[in-house]
């Protein structure tokens, strides 16, 4: 565990790791301009430490050499199952504002949800695999299911 925390265990790099995997972010300033707030030298401190630790890859832009797309390796990607795990416990026990109907599609067909996040990540699809929240939270979803059963 400790080795785990070390590795991606602060706030940043699990919202940097999270960015990558399902909103299909790829540059610096995507991750600088995602509303979490995050300092620049922050950012780049993160984003070389996960470089380092070989969960992402820097790759030069193929029309601005002076540029990089940040990318999940193997082993970033390996961490889909623990980051599904985080963003459903979340959003059952917290108001997170996602999207019920997604929650729900993660938190019933957990090994679907994780092989889509896997092709995406083999083909390069940069589509963002969470839609934009919905209004009715999922905290407050799940509550009324849970409560209903």
Known sequence: MSISLERFGDRWSLLI????MVRGFRTFKEFQESGEGIATNILADRLKKLEHAG???AEEQHHDGRRVNYRLT???IDLAPVLLELLIWAARHEE???SCAVIEKM???REEVIAEVR???RER???PFLPSFANDTVAHAL???QRQK
């Open 74 to 76: 193997g082993k970033g």
């Open 55 to 57: 969960i992402i890859t």
């Open 143 to 145: 509550r009324r299911t």
């Open 107 to 109: 938190e019933n067909n």
């Open 96 to 98: 997170t504002g996602a």
């Open 125 to 127: 699809d940069p589509t």
């Open 17 to 20: 790791i999270r960015d990558l």
């Open 119 to 121: 092709r995406r990540w």
